[in-house]
């Protein structure tokens, strides 16, 4: 298991616990979490609303790929931190991370 901190829309930080065994991208335990994530294409990185602003541990994730680049690129704002949750899998690479939620849903 892997322990990370998610900061609302609200400026609130919950701690979440999340298997990391299992193949599932942040994109999944938000919404599993039932943080308002919309995340309408689904994981495919082609939509953006799954938009997160990594404040703490984005040297454990790697880079974005072109396509995520390409996404985040389009949105009315960008963080240098921006990625996109569909395309962060849930490692522990992420332990003591913490992702504050910038999608649509605001």
Do not use: W
Not at 8 to 21: F, L, S, T, V
Not at 43 to 57: I, S
Not at 63 to 79: H, I, R
Not at 91 to 106: C, H, N, P, T, W
């Amino acid at each position: 298991m892997v322990t990370f901190e998610v900061e609302d829309h609200d400026g609130n930080r919950q701690p979440i616990e999340a298997p990391d065994d299992m193949g599932l991208s942040l994109m999944e335990v938000l919404k599993a979490s039932e943080y308002p994530v919309l995340a309408t294409c689904g994981g495919m990185a082609l939509c953006a609303t799954c938009h997160v602003e990594v404040l703490d541990g984005k040297e454990g994730l790697g880079e974005a790929t072109d396509v995520e680049l390409d996404q985040l690129e389009a949105l009315p704002e960008m963080f240098d931190t921006s990625r996109l949750a569909c395309q962060i899998r849930i490692s522990d690479q992420l332990e003591g991370a913490i992702f504050k939620l910038r999608g649509e849903d605001q």
